[in-house]
């Protein structure tokens, strides 16, 4: 394997045109077009609103009609990031698995699939479409409860747009949500159902103010490109806690954020030519730059010893070998 087949260099970036064809081949083409003609037939044919999908923990995930990432976490078979998610719980081995934030939580999904290997799960998500789900799955799972709201580097109140496919933006254009305005702008498939004023809050905050005695052993951050914020606004809590961090984000900024608090940053990243072969990677400040899914940070202490870094390969008809890569990081 040469490592040049996973840096991403002026000769091999994709067009946008083709981040189609890169999705279908990390998924594979027959798991993503069997699964989403049975899931067509659930919801037009049999009028299903809430079809349930079984998670690789034997956890139980709620997919909603109306929500674009449940669907895609259905006909994807739960291959959603490749299976660093995997690693991420890898890294928590021999650790105490007290409290996970699940930030940008959505309808649930990381909450649901994680659900077995934390004592406690709290979720953010500030979209008043996801209400629902998220209350559903408050009544299924006793140790999930969730906030209504923004996080953020800053307590203050914004107004928000709501979606009616469960996203939900900042209305105002100030410098730290520049980028997610964009991403915004770019993701947008809904219509706008509501406007309402919504709080932003830290991590610190409302940890510190809630939780103060109890540990935070795993962050999930995924909030559509305000995710260094976000964890800006929980430093106090990093630094004290130690957990393990899966973020939506690979700057050089967060890599040298994570080594200034002795972190190190990995991410499972494809193969440029084969997109559904996967190698695990360290993020380094350099300028290395790879096709990949979300980093997890970990405290230098806790990183496992025996790394697995070989090559897992999988195929173009049924993409990422989630099999192997379960079986390497459990």
């Given at each position: 394997?040469?490592k040049n087949?996973?840096?991403?260099n002026?000769?091999?970036?994709?067009?946008t045109?083709f981040s189609?064809?890169?999705?279908?081949?990390q998924?594979?083409y027959?798991?993503?077009f069997?699964?989403s003609?049975?899931?067509g037939?659930?919801k037009k044919i049999?009028n299903k609103?809430?079809i349930k999908?079984?998670t690789i923990?034997?956890t139980n995930?709620?997919c909603?009609?109306w929500?674009h990432?449940s669907?895609?976490?259905?006909?994807s078979?739960?291959?959603l990031e490749w299976?660093?998610?995997?690693f991420?719980?890898?890294?928590l081995?021999?650790?105490?698995?007290?409290?996970?934030?699940?930030?940008?939580?959505?309808?649930?999904y990381f909450?649901?699939?994680f659900n077995?290997h934390f004592k406690?799960i709290?979720?953010?998500?500030p979209s008043?479409?996801?209400v629902?789900p998220?209350?559903?799955?408050?009544?299924?799972y006793k140790?999930?409860t969730?906030?209504n709201?923004?996080l953020?580097n800053?307590?203050?109140?914004v107004?928000s747009?709501?979606?009616?496919?469960?996203?939900a933006?900042?209305k105002?254009?100030?410098?730290?949500?520049?980028?997610?305005?964009?991403?915004a702008?770019s993701?947008q498939r809904?219509?706008?159902i509501?406007?309402k004023?919504?709080e932003v809050?830290?991590?610190?905050e409302?940890?510190?103010?809630?939780y103060?005695?109890?540990n935070?052993?795993?962050?999930?951050i995924d909030?559509?490109g305000?995710?260094?914020?976000?964890?800006?606004g929980?430093?106090q809590?990093?630094?004290r806690d130690?957990?393990?961090?899966?973020?939506?984000?690979d700057?050089m900024?967060?890599?040298s954020?994570?080594r200034?608090?002795?972190?190190?940053?990995f991410?499972?990243?494809a193969n440029?030519?084969k997109?559904y072969?996967?190698c695990l990677k360290?993020?380094?400040n350099?300028?290395?730059?790879?096709?990949?899914?979300?980093?997890v940070?970990?405290p230098e202490e806790h990183?496992p010893?025996d790394?697995?870094?070989k090559?897992?390969k999988?195929?173009?008809?049924f993409?990422?070998?989630?099999?192997i890569?379960f079986?390497?990081f459990?």
């Amino acid at each position: 394997m040469d490592k040049n087949d996973y840096e991403i260099n002026e000769k091999n970036i994709l067009p946008t045109a083709f981040s189609k064809l890169l999705y279908l081949n990390q998924r594979g083409y027959i798991n993503v077009f069997f699964r989403s003609i049975y899931l067509g037939i659930l919801k037009k044919i049999f009028n299903k609103k809430i079809i349930k999908f079984k998670t690789i923990y034997n956890t139980n995930y709620n997919c909603f009609h109306w929500d674009h990432a449940s669907s895609s976490v259905f006909y994807s078979n739960g291959n959603l990031e490749w299976g660093i998610e995997y690693f991420f719980i890898q890294t928590l081995k021999n650790r105490q698995r007290n409290i996970f934030l699940d930030v940008g939580c959505h309808t649930g999904y990381f909450s649901c699939l994680f659900n077995s290997h934390f004592k406690k799960i709290i979720g953010f998500e500030p979209s008043s479409k996801c209400v629902e789900p998220l209350e559903l799955l408050k009544k299924e799972y006793k140790n999930f409860t969730y906030f209504n709201c923004f996080l953020g580097n800053s307590n203050k109140t914004v107004v928000s747009k709501q979606y009616d496919d469960g996203k939900a933006f900042i209305k105002e254009n100030t410098k730290d949500i520049q980028s997610l305005q964009l991403q915004a702008i770019s993701s947008q498939r809904g219509k706008v159902i509501d406007e309402k004023n919504i709080e932003v809050k830290t991590i610190d905050e409302i940890m510190l103010n809630n939780y103060d005695s109890q540990n935070i052993s795993a962050i999930k951050i995924d909030v559509d490109g305000i995710d260094l914020e976000v964890l800006k606004g929980g430093l106090q809590i990093i630094k004290r806690d130690r957990p393990s961090i899966m973020i939506e984000n690979d700057s050089m900024e967060l890599r040298s954020l994570m080594r200034k608090i002795n972190y190190r940053t990995f991410t499972l990243a494809a193969n440029v030519n084969k997109p559904y072969n996967v190698c695990l990677k360290e993020l380094t400040n350099n300028d290395n730059k790879f096709w990949n899914t979300n980093s997890v940070c970990v405290p230098e202490e806790h990183v496992p010893k025996d790394l697995y870094t070989k090559e897992i390969k999988g195929n173009f008809l049924f993409g990422i070998n989630r099999k192997i890569i379960f079986e390497k990081f459990s």
